[in-house]
């Protein structure tokens, strides 16, 4: 489906941004959002068109976990692993999504690319916790059931997002 | 499009006028807890009921108030999300909680074409039915100064900030002031950096004020990356137009005409009402040239953070900004001096600078009335864990650990007993129930070997294993060490491996001396603040808790039962039956004995799974 990048589709981004070395982070971050990932092919472009080498930003895209060399689940769950959330059990959330998508630690993402389960340090939710998001969606006072309960709901389309 | 201050007054006139047009006031709590659970939807739903009785629905501040309706509003954070989604009923300042899109229609009903107060809804304690927010015991002991407006006013409209006296500190130090004035009343306030370490903020407007640059720049800290902290989120999400007034305070008083807030990537929403604050600013004119005809330009920025709790650190977050690896470096020279694109910075974080405002209007003398001596003012920390309780509270300095989780917080979610509390994320420590009379400012939590940090508050009851958690702060922080420096690098990661080794039951003898031996190392040796203080948890569990440890290494025990490793399932011989249905259900078959007689676990066999406990029909089995 987005087997070919269209490197007009990622001047935009930089255009919209702003072709400046200063943005490097924000026209990563506006790839990512378009792509899901980072692809290997606009490294090239992006550095061109900024005029740094390729290395300056794969040093960037390496050093902050947000980033994503590889393509990322069309459902990206984040399983909040933050002091609270640990407290109030979200070891057993992460544990029970990983097993029904059978996932680990180091396979963050199903073959069919339509999950990727992942931890986050804090989402600020804590009054919630535990807490997953959605694509950024904030799924509150979660169970290992709960979460089974929405990644059916994610598979069979019925869920909100 | 405001021309000079005269124009400026006259739109807080009119934005006044309009506020106070209607008297019945719903404010829905639009903070991202309550949006989680479901405020968006009963917003919608009182509007539609609202307006399907005939009733006009202000959903914003009017040019020209009708002479008869209700205004409908989506406030910031009310910080109880314990008890969310919440619905704050005004002139009254009823509280209703827990509400549901079905309760709507009861509350249009009642409350608003009645006046009728809905008990069911109101908070509840023993009995006990509180009506008004100011009641709620939660509520009671909190001073609410950068939280002034939070679930008061539409986090989304400069008008509403405007009619309660927004921006007349920064008019105040536009032309009332001359910025050494600013900076002085900044310094005799005593307002002390919010984000961590305290530093006075005025001392640091001074120094960067003093430098001779031609750029100079004001960056707000939004990386609030401490886990269990939400207290930045809750003021850039709830009241937007209050931290900018103060970063704009800011750039007059010190000569910068550019400012950039950091945001961290998980708050969404605070970046999404930053950028709307941003645009309302600029559109009526208190940002950009010549703002108010003063001869003060001033541009603001956002920057989204990419996920590096390090981007905390003051010079990996101006790193960041300039689009590179947010790695800290050696100082000095420091960030007042060589800060972003090598100019003099002004760098204080979200809290900070939504105290500026009311200081600047109301000055120092009454900021300092509140709080402590040496540390003015109040602070907001965000109480969580096992807690009755959580949520997001402001509370004077100097205010006793004891009256912030008992009296706001309402004590240790389910009757449990009080064991711990840790302090300042990841970078703090923890205090015990023979700090329970401390007072929390700066100072005296310093001293008793924990610092007060962004202000996160993590309780945990008697349940909770201290080397675990010790095992958990040192787990993060490794993840999350740059690996620039030496120490931190391999410091951390030695650490984080005994711990490890300690909680799986390996622990040798010595190992509490290595701990605290590499701590001292890591803490007098890394470059950073990160570095500094990542042993900070470990050393103050082994402080209180030695035993704790001793317990693990020495004697294989885990004293609170949470250690997996470390536990030991027995069958009690005077409660066993010896029906043999924990054996059949054993996955190991670790499990054995004779019908009718006591069974015995074999501990070389057992993997801990615990199915056996649930299984056995006399609660013979014990996990010890």
């Known amino acids: 489906m987005q087997s070919t990048i269209q490197l007009a589709e990622v001047d935009e981004i930089i255009d919209r941004i702003g072709c400046e070395e200063k943005n490097i982070i924000s026209i990563l971050q506006g790839v990512q959002e378009h792509y899901r990932y980072l692809p290997a092919e606009v490294f090239p472009h992006i550095a061109r ?113 | ?61 009017e040019e020209e108030p009708e002479s008869n309706g209700v205004a409908l509003k989506k406030s910031g954070c009310h910080g109880f999300c314990e008890r969310g989604p919440l619905v704050r009923i005004e002139p009254e300042g009823w509280l209703y909680t827990k509400v549901k899109v079905d309760d709507c229609e009861e509350i249009v009903e009642k409350t608003i074409v009645n006046g009728e107060h809905i008990e069911r809804l109101a908070f509840q304690k023993n009995g006990e039915i509180f009506k008004t927010q100011e009641e709620i015991p939660f509520y009671k002991k909190q001073t609410r100064v950068v939280l002034e407006h939070c679930g008061h006013i539409d986090s989304l409209s400069v008008r509403e900030y405007l009619s309660q006296g927004g921006y007349s500190a920064f008019e105040k130090a536009l032309f009332d002031m001359t910025p050494d004035e600013v900076i002085e009343e900044v310094s005799d306030s005593g307002l002390r950096g919010r984000g961590g370490g305290g530093f006075p903020a005025g001392r640091k407007w001074a120094q960067v004020k003093r430098q001779n640059a031609p750029q100079k720049y004001v960056v707000c800290n939004g990386d609030e990356g401490d886990p269990g902290a939400f207290m ?63 001869g003060f330009d001033f541009e603001l920025h956002i920057n989204r953070g990419a996920g590096a709790f390090v981007c905390g650190e003051g010079s990996a977050l101006t790193a960041s900004i300039e689009g590179k690896r947010g790695m800290p470096r050696v100082k000095p020279p420091r960030t007042v001096e060589h800060g972003l694109f090598d100019s003099p910075t002004v760098l204080n974080n979200v809290e900070t600078y939504a105290n500026v405002p009311s200081i600047i209007s109301r000055g120092a003398e009454w900021f300092k009335s509140i709080g402590v001596e040496k540390s003015p003012g109040t602070k907001a920390f965000a109480i969580t864990g096992d807690i009755e309780n959580t949520g997001l509270i ?77 095992r958990f702060f040192m787990n993060f922080t490794q993840n999350e060490s740059c690996g620039k420096c030496v120490p931190c690098r391999e ?134």
């Open chain 1, 49 to 161: 068109r900024l005029g740094v080498g390729e290395a300056r930003l794969f040093s960037v895209a390496t050093f902050y976990e947000n980033f994503s060399l590889e393509p990322k689940g069309k459902f990206v769950i984040k399983v909040c692993d933050g002091t609270a959330c640990h407290v109030r059990q979200s070891p057993p959330i992460l544990a029970r999504l990983r097993e029904e998508l059978g996932l680990s630690e180091s396979k963050k993402t199903t073959d069919d690319l339509m999950f990727t389960v992942e931890t986050v340090s804090c989402l600020g939710a804590c009054g919630l916790a535990p807490v997953i998001t959605v694509n950024d969606h904030v799924h509150a006072e979660m169970t290992p059931d709960k979460a089974s309960e929405i990644l059916k709901q994610l598979k069979e389309g019925t869920a909100e997002c």
């Open chain 2, 1 to 61: 499009m405001l021309k000079d201050r005269q124009d400026l007054k006259q739109l807080r006139e009119e934005c006044v006028k309009s506020y106070n047009a209607y008297t019945r006031k719903i404010l829905v709590c639009a903070g991202t807890g309550c949006v989680s659970s479901g405020s968006l939807n009963i917003y919608a739903k009182l509007r539609e009921l609202i307006e399907a009785k005939g009733i006009h629905c202000a959903v914003e501040l």
């Open chain 2, 232 to 294: 930045d989120r809750s003021i850039m999400e709830g009241d937007p137009h209050r931290m900018l007034e103060g970063m704009m305070i800011a750039g007059a008083a010190c000569g910068a005409t550019e400012g950039y807030i950091y945001v961290r990537a998980e708050y969404p929403l605070a970046v999404e009402r930053l950028k709307t604050a941003i645009a309302q600013a600029k559109e009526i004119g208190l940002l950009g040239k010549n703002i108010l005809n003063s």
């Open chain 2, 394 to 470: 402001e509370v004077p300095m100097g205010t006793t650990l004891r009256e912030v989780i008992y009296d706001v917080g309402g004590g240790i979610r389910g009757g449990g007993k009080f064991k711990a509390v840790q302090i300042g994320g990841p970078s703090g420590g923890t205090l015990t129930e023979k700090d329970l009379d401390l007072p929390l400012d700066f100072d005296s939590v310093k001293k008793a070997g924990a610092m007060i940090g962004s202000g996160g508050l993590v309780v945990m009851n008697d349940k909770t294993c201290m080397v675990e958690v010790a």
């Open chain 2, 491 to 624: 410091g951390t990661r030695r650490m984080l491996e005994i711990l490890e080794r300690i909680v799986a039951g390996n622990g040798e003898p010595g190992d509490i001396d290595l701990l605290l031996e590499l701590a001292e190392t890591i803490s007098a040796t890394a470059l950073c603040g990160l570095g500094k203080s990542a042993a900070s948890p470990v050393v103050s569990t082994i402080k209180n808790f030695r035993d704790e440890y001793e317990a693990h290494i020495n004697e294989k025990r885990c004293p609170a039962g949470v250690c997996q490793k470390l536990k030991r399932i027995e069958i009690q011989p005077d409660k066993c039956k010896g029906c043999s249905k924990c054996s059949r259900g054993c996955p190991v078959g670790a499990i054995s004995g004779v019908i009718k007689s006591p069974f015995v676990i074999d501990q070389s066999k057992c993997i801990k799974c615990g199915a056996c406990v649930t299984t056995c029909p006399f609660h013979a089995i014990e996990v010890k």
